[in-house]
């Protein structure tokens, strides 16, 4: 299994710019991290141990508005996670935590 919480991916919802934003739609989103830790040694002697992280997630999402102020976006991530230390490497990669978000207009002005 993959972890959403790991890395600091934080779930990564990110929207960005919605395009025809009235309009429904489904689309894929791919993210991309990498983070490089130094951890120190927890004895005396032993030394201390560096660490590369990648993080790729690839989602299937999509919008549907359900009436004229509310729509519903949702998220199906897959994830491939990467460390590779002194010692050797491990992955991890599977589905993630798929997430429904829930927005209300709740004044529209004309522009």
């Keep these: 299994h993959a972890c959403d919480v ?7 919802q990110g929207l960005g710019i919605l395009p025809q934003f009235y309009n429904h ?9 990498s983070f490089n830790s130094a951890h120190p040694a927890l004895f005396e002697k032993a030394k ?3 660490s590369s992280e990648y993080y790729n ?6 919008k549907a508005n359900v009436g004229k102020r ?3 976006f949702g998220f199906l991530p897959y994830q491939y996670n990467n460390r590779v230390t ?7 990669k599977g589905l ?5 978000l ?6 529209r002005t004309a522009d």
Excluded: H, K
Aim: charged share 15%; with cysteine.
């Design 48 to 50: 201390e141990e560096r």
């Design 25 to 33: 739609f489904v689309g894929v989103q791919y993210q991309y991290r």
């Design 102 to 107: 829930a927005m209300a207009t709740v004044f």
């Design 57 to 62: 997630t690839l989602q299937v999402w999509g």
């Design 70 to 72: 509310i729509q519903l």
């Design 86 to 92: 002194d010692t050797g490497s491990n992955s991890y």
């Design 6 to 12: 790991c890395g600091a991916s934080g779930s990564s």
């Design 96 to 100: 993630g935590d798929a997430s429904i």
